[in-house]
Nanobody
Framework: QAPLVESGGGLARAGDSLNLTCTIS????????MGWFRQAPGKERRFVAA????????HYRDSVKGRFTISRDNAKNTLYLQMNSLEPDDTAVYYC????????????????????????WGQGTPVTVSS
């Protein structure tokens, strides 16, 4: 079984909300920096949000600040992405991601934001937002 499995994607209208869930299994990621990326049709995979191992630090791409909230429950081995005020430009396949390291999110965020450095990926869950 893949260690990261996303769920919660689907169809939405502009202004709606969706809550994505990433279920972690098979290994412990509680100390790892984790996050969400998305890939729109014909475009590169891009960073969306990240969270530190403890959950006390977060970082977002500018276009989702104030609308998306990343959180994690290490006791439940689960990562979340609450998406509010969805826009058509949010349409993409959303991927759960984990680094192989933890530590300071502030010190590691530049590296984490580069999808080429990600160690673990989920299979993705599609989100389609209509206007």
């Amino acid at each position: 079984q893949a260690p990261l499995v996303e769920s919660g994607g689907g169809l939405a209208r502009a202004g709606d909300s969706l809550n994505l869930t990433c279920t972690i299994s098979g290994r412990t990621f509680s100390r790892n920096i984790m996050g969400w990326f998305r890939q729109a049709p014909g475009k590169e995979r891009r960073f969306v949000a990240a969270i530190s191992g403890s959950g006390d630090s977060t970082h977002y791409r500018d276009s989702v600040k104030g609308r998306f909230t990343i959180s994690r429950d290490n006791a439940k081995n689960t990562l979340y992405l609450q998406m509010n005020s969805l826009e058509p430009d949010d349409t993409a396949v959303y991927y759960c991601a984990s680094a192989s390291y933890g530590g300071s999110l502030a010190k590691n965020i530049r590296v984490f934001m580069d999808p080429r450095t990600i160690t673990y990926w989920g299979q993705g869950t599609p989100v389609t937002v209509s206007s």
